[in-house]
């Protein structure tokens, strides 16, 4: 019987791989391909089983998975070990390949994502080629899932190793190509994340394109009055380096831009800019218009004749702006805007800004810029909930009910009432704040956010501490569920703060009912640790709003190819271990776009995003995974289908030998394997990842081991 | 667990160990309430948005914050047997806004209805069984409120089983079905004599 089953697999195999050989040796245009090209019929494979401690070990009768390795045409030598991935777990391997000579690898355990690249090494280390490994997922994938089912997840895991050594057996020795990166970045987003991240760029000598959408740098930090714990200024520590950001010689503000196109990869990015029409000439772009000595210089002029007047959105509506303006006194550049949307074009700015500077030109139009960048970093922060959404506080209902962003600029003192907290019903200063904490954060309900907001606790704290010490006599009760005072000093800060007077009530804000004749606040909670509910009377609440993506994000990052997670905020490349990047290289997070981050944690994420943005940079190439797709000259009809199929223009046709065939720039080449798929003639092999492989993962599994 | 010190009855009294022991949960409890219930029981992180929202809550000693957490905990006889739980209004003032998304006035009907299985029920609310059986309403029309039906030009009786009794039978078949008059009736006599 056993003999029979061999007759007939050295039969199909005659059948059905002797093409494949033939396609493979036949490939003079990839030479790299055919190198070391072992034939199904002298393959030596060799299984490693992975325990991964009790993952999978707990799951599946491991002896007997081995047992049948054994069984599996091809294999050469089977092992488990308790942790493969440990430097004793690779030894194995190593000595196994050398020991047994194996022309393939394959290591049941964990996901490729976690341990392809240890485990390519210690195939490379004892000599073979690392494109010779094959993973075979039995954790993630089987016993994870299938955790008590022993005898399911046993069979399973067989199912999986018989699949990867099919394929294992006709790997080919692969080899990366290198390409140059260039020296330069895009960090797009100019809050303090974004301009961290430049700053260390700019430090570090590389070119940095620094994108924002907003007229000026700054980002949420700047709309601050002070920070916690320290309450330092937030403006006194961020100005510095905003204008920093300005002088830095490396970086190149594109402020009132946004990112319109991306192309390419990893060090070779064609990025599109799109610099919406501002209106207002720099003086470097009168200069380029031969205005001489002309140009912006922030005088404000204009503003003063312009009859236009809208909501300041720097002030959170609270404050006017003209149609030409600037947000504040110390936005960088100091160069001023008009909003066209509201412009009616009546020409009195630029007769007020004279024939000298020239700088306002009614007629600007959008203008599109192209740059190459190496890496980029996103860092396009976050907005506040719209927390009139849950209704029961009465936001934008009932007037003395605002936002902590409001509160920020209310009481600062650069902000509408000089920092005079003021009641917006009737400008009276309150002597009782209710602050909501958790204001559509820890929200299942589907209305607000399910996440924790993480910086609302400490901020929450804080305004109780400016009211106690700019008002007197006023009291600030604190709703909370839990205080979060996770960080460096923070819980001493909590400690100050009800040190200080401000009263803590531990119980979330049921509803909020307004006095319609005093415009005063009645708040409804219950006190859960007197175990009785409150009515507290107020004279302003302040609603610690959760926070979200920006609107605009979700555009940008598709544009770098970036995911996000469920809840909208931008999807790291692992949580923990490498929370800066992303799954497309070359591609980098900072800052809260990938999550809720109080200001330390937000300029330890930006260092760390240039970092790693810089390190490609640094080295001056990349390897790419030699995945890319390679056209069978013989057997290439020229037809040219697969050219316009391609989704990264990597191919083209051209002459060869007084025909057309097919050509295939490896550099851009993703490998996706679009064209391969497609192509009639089977004329595309793709790498790593090639017909006959496939199939004979397909048949392995279909047919359960008999080929 | 032995709770008592053997001091006299009223020092007893007044002493009693207050504390919950591990054998005081039923995680059974906690399953059959959210079998019951159809929400997320055991999910309750007591922020307090229920009692805060609840009517009942300002002007009695129930609170259904105290439930929720007796029903993570799977305290059930110190759920069942709290007076306490007959006092929810179910108007879901608190289901609206839990923001986990619980419906705690499920979780309470949950907890009443395991209640009745152990005879725990307030008289009152066996008399409004019975009153429906007899008339199809738990609270009747009367005279005052026919006189100011009347008034604003209504019917005396309103388009209900008042007005068509043809269909207190059926009411009767449903209530019986459940041996809820039966029970009711029983209970009543035991109480009331």
């Known amino acids: ?707 | 667990m032995v709770r008592t010190k053997g001091y006299p009855e009223a020092l007893e009294k007044k002493l009693h160990d207050q504390r919950y022991y591990r054998e005081d949960s039923n995680p059974d409890f906690t399953k059959n309430v959210k079998a019951i219930s159809r929400t997320i029981a055991h999910m309750c992180y007591q922020c307090g948005t229920c009692t805060g929202s609840c009517p009942s809550a300002p002007r009695s000693t129930y609170r259904i914050r105290k439930f929720m957490r007796r029903a993570v905990l799977g305290l059930e006889n110190e759920a069942l047997t709290d007076p306490d739980l007959w006092l929810c209004t179910t108007c879901y003032s608190c289901t609206d806004r839990c923001p986990r998304d619980i419906a705690p006035t499920d979780v309470i009907m949950a907890m009443r209805n395991l209640a009745f299985k152990r005879d725990i029920i307030p008289v009152n609310f066996l008399k409004t069984v019975q009153s429906i059986y007899k008339t199809g309403h738990g609270v009747p029309n009367n005279d005052v409120n026919r006189a100011a039906r009347e008034k604003l030009g209504l019917t005396r009786d309103p388009p209900t089983t008042h007005m068509y009794p043809e269909y207190i039978p059926g009411i009767q078949k449903i209530i019986d079905h459940y041996k809820l008059k039966a029970n009711a009736d029983r209970i009543v006599k035991e109480r009331e004599g």
């Open chain 1, 1 to 707: 019987m056993a003999e029979k089953k061999k007759a007939t697999t050295k039969k199909s195999e005659s059948k059905k791989v002797a093409p494949v050989k033939q396609e493979v040796k036949k490939q003079a245009a990839a030479p790299a391909a055919a190198v070391g090209q072992t034939t199904k019929q002298d393959a030596r494979i060799g299984v490693f089983i992975c325990h991964c401690g009790t993952n999978i070990a707990g799951s599946m009768d491991i002896p007997a998975v081995q047992e049948y390795a054994k069984t599996v045409p091809n294999v050469a030598f089977v092992d488990n070990y308790k942790y493969m991935c440990s430097m004793p777990g690779q030894a194995v391997i190593s000595k196994a390949i050398k020991d047994n000579k194996l022309t393939g690898v394959v290591v049941a355990a964990c996901s490729p994502r976690l341990h392809e690249p240890t485990f390519r090494t210690a195939t490379k280390e004892a000599g073979l080629n690392p494109f010779r490994f094959e993973m075979a997922n039995i954790r993630e994938q089987n016993s994870w899932v299938h955790m008590h089912d022993w005898e399911g997840s046993t069979d399973k895991a067989k199912d999986a190793i018989r699949i990867a050594v099919a394929k294992a057996a006709l790997l080919q020795d692969l080899f990366p190509k290198s390409v140059p990166v260039e020296k330069a970045a895009m960090v797009v987003g100019a809050g303090v994340a974004g301009m961290q991240a430049a700053l260390d760029l700019d430090a570090a000598g590389i070119k940095t394109y620094l994108v924002e959408s907003t007229p000026s740098i700054g980002g949420r930090m700047s709309q601050l009055d002070k920070t916690f714990p320290t309450l330092d200024c937030s403006q006194c520590i961020l100005t510095p380096k905003m204008v920093d950001v300005g002088r830095a010689k490396n970086i190149e503000l594109m402020t009132y831009s946004e990112v319109d196109a991306v192309e390419g990869y990893i060090g070779n990015f064609d990025v599109t800019v799109r610099k919406k029409a501002r209106g207002v000439l720099t003086p470097a772009e009168a200069e380029a218009r031969g205005i001489v000595g002309g140009g912006c210089n922030g005088c404000g002029d204009c503003e003063a004749v312009c009859p236009v007047v809208k909501p300041n959105d720097f002030e959170v509506g609270m404050k006017p702006r003209k149609a030409i303006y600037i947000n504040h006194p110390q936005v960088v550049p100091l160069i001023y805007t008009i909003d066209f949307n509201s412009c009616i074009k009546c020409g009195l700015c630029v007769t007020a800004c004279g024939p000298e500077k020239k700088a306002i030109d009614l007629e600007s139009k959008d203008e599109f810029v192209k740059v190459k960048v190496g890496t980029a970093i996103l860092a396009t922060g976050f907005d506040i909930f719209p927390v009139e959404k849950k209704e029961e506080w009465g936001y934008k209902r009932y007037e003395n009910v605002i936002t902590s962003l409001e509160f920020e600029r209310l009481i600062c003192a650069s902000g509408p009432t000089g920092g005079h907290l003021v009641r917006p019903s009737d400008g009276e200063t309150p002597k009782r704040v209710a602050f909501v904490l958790c204001a559509g954060s820890r929200d299942n309900t589907g209305v607000g956010k399910p996440y924790c907001s993480r910086f609302c606790c400490m901020y929450s704290l804080k305004h109780a501490h400016q009211i106690i010490e700019k008002i007197p006599g006023c009291t600030p009760y604190i709703f909370y569920m839990d205080i979060r005072s996770f960080g460096k000093m923070y819980e001493e800060f909590y400690y100050r703060i009800q040190d200080e007077g401000a009263k803590f009530i531990r119980g979330r804000v049921a509803n909020i009912l307004e006095d319609p004749k005093t415009k005063n606040l009645h708040v409804h909670a219950d006190d859960t640790l007197l175990d009785r509910p409150v009515d507290m009377d107020v004279d302003l609440v302040v609603l610690a709003a959760a926070v979200q993506p920006m609107a605009d994000t979700n555009r940008t990052r598709k544009l770098f190819g970036v995911s996000c997670s469920m809840d909208g905020w931008l999807l790291e490349a692992h949580p923990k271990l490498n929370p800066c990047g992303t799954t497309t290289a070359g591609v980098f997070l900072a800052g809260v776009c990938q999550g809720p981050k109080d200001i330390p944690d937000t300029v330890a994420s930006a260092e760390g995003a240039a970092s790693a943005a810089s390190i490609p940079i640094h080295k001056g190439e990349v390897e790419l995974e030699p995945y890319f797709a390679t056209c069978i000259e013989e057997k290439c009809a020229g037809c040219g289908m697969c050219v316009n199929l391609c989704p990264y223009s990597a191919l083209s046709l051209v002459e060869k030998e007084g025909r057309q065939v097919m050509q295939v720039t490896e550099a851009k080449c993703k490998g996706c394997g679009t064209c391969g798929g497609f192509c009639p003639g089977g004329a595309i092999w793709m790498n790593h990842f090639a017909t006959p492989q496939i199939v004979a993962q397909i048949d392995a599994f279909l047919l359960g081991g008999e080929q």
